[in-house]
């Protein structure tokens, strides 16, 4: 995510409420998207708290319209009654039309799959990354993992030669 800068130029994070480390690890993911959610006000405070998961967590477009599920936040301490909300219930993502019939295209053509990567806050609100994949069988995880460390193991090694300290042997 890329730091956003504010009226007097200085630059600030995003931050962080939830992130779905396995979904790269499970998707081969192709493009992101940085998209709104609708919440509920208690919902908004449970984030702040930052006890979100989004493990198992998905995305769908259900006439029209794109919906997360799987996601849970937890109920805000504080809210009881009315102002109380459902944890697992269905999210809807706020995005323009042609990004959603875009998106709607793309499911049903070539099979991929929208799976939410992060939920963090930017400038006040909550924003969630989606990210556009298809999923990996075993033997590309595994695939995926020894590209992983060889490149880590050639960074290490050009950050030997860098300072001049090259293996020997």
């Known amino acids: 995510m890329a730091a956003s800068s504010d009226r007097s130029g200085t630059q600030r994070q995003n931050k ?7 979904a790269r690890h499970d998707y081969a993911i192709e493009d992101t998207l940085e998209v709104g959610i609708v919440l509920q006000g208690s919902e908004v405070k449970a984030c702040r708290e930052g006890a979100v998961r989004l493990a198992d967590s998905y995305a769908r477009v259900i006439r029209g319209q794109v919906w997360l599920d799987g996601v849970h936040i937890p109920q805000y301490q504080f809210a009881h009654g009315i102002g109380a909300h459902d944890p697992n219930r269905a999210r809807k993502l706020l995005m323009h039309r042609r990004e959603i019939d875009k998106l709607d295209a793309l499911v049903s053509q070539q099979h991929v799959s929208l799976v939410p990567l992060s939920l963090y806050f930017k400038d006040g609100r909550v924003k969630v990354e989606l990210g556009v994949g298809k999923g990996r069988k075993q033997a590309d995880k595994r695939q995926a993992i020894a590209e992983r460390d060889t490149m880590r193991e050639v960074q ?3 950050g030997r030669q860098a300072k001049g300290q090259a293996r020997r042997g």
């Open 156 to 158: 290490r090694e050009m």
């Open 16 to 22: 962080v409420i939830a992130s779905n480390r396995r």
